[in-house]
């Protein structure tokens, strides 16, 4: 039986020095870099570049779809939720009427309204209260007069706090929609 052992542990040493030996880098020479001449390389007179053309400030001024612009004529973007509901406070409606206003006279902009929500629930409740807080700004944009078609909404949930930190005042300023032009 020691034998047997013997001539076990002797094979597996022949094997592993095969094995290594077989893995092991034989390329030990260097390849011999031949030296090339230098290449004339042909230059050009530089171009002068054109002065840019003059823009007209109030043409710049006239451009609608800028988010700034919906803030500005809006007061905010925002509109802000109790716990755990999505109806519409006197504060918010305000801001979307303002906001409806300012979709009327810019016919061509879209928007996408966000559904947030705070940190508080679980993952897919929340999901789907930035839903039902979205088409509630959707739906009152719609009632004031504003296409559907031009309006996306989307929920985050709780995906995207605009506070971090844990407690009423956070809470209070994740519960939101946010519209955002496009």
């Given at each position: 039986m020691l034998e047997k052992m013997n001539s076990v542990k002797y094979w597996a040493l022949i094997g592993s020095a095969l094995l290594l030996s077989a893995c092991a880098n034989t390329n030990t020479g260097?390849?011999?870099?031949?030296?090339?001449?230098?290449?004339?390389?042909e230059t050009e007179a530089p171009v002068v570049a054109s002065p840019p053309e003059t823009v007209d400030v109030e043409t710049v001024m006239e451009d609608p779809a800028t988010q700034s612009s919906l803030d500005m004529a809006s007061g905010n973007s925002v509109a802000y939720f109790g716990y755990d509901r999505y109806d519409l406070s006197s504060d918010a409606r305000a801001a979307l009427q303002a906001q409806a206003a300012w979709l009327q006279t810019h016919t061509a902009v879209k928007i996408t309204v966000e559904g947030h929500c705070d940190e508080r629930g679980t993952r897919e409740y929340n999901l789907a209260l930035g839903d039902r807080r979205a088409n509630s700004v959707k739906n009152y944009l719609v009632a004031l007069g504003i296409d559907p078609s031009r309006i996306h909404?989307?929920?985050?949930?709780?995906?995207?706090?605009a506070v971090t930190g844990s407690g009423g005042a956070s809470w209070s300023k994740n519960r939101r929609s946010y519209t955002r032009v496009n």
């Open positions: 260097t390849v011999p870099v031949t030296p090339t001449e230098p290449v004339a390389v909404t989307v929920s985050y949930g709780k995906e995207r706090p």
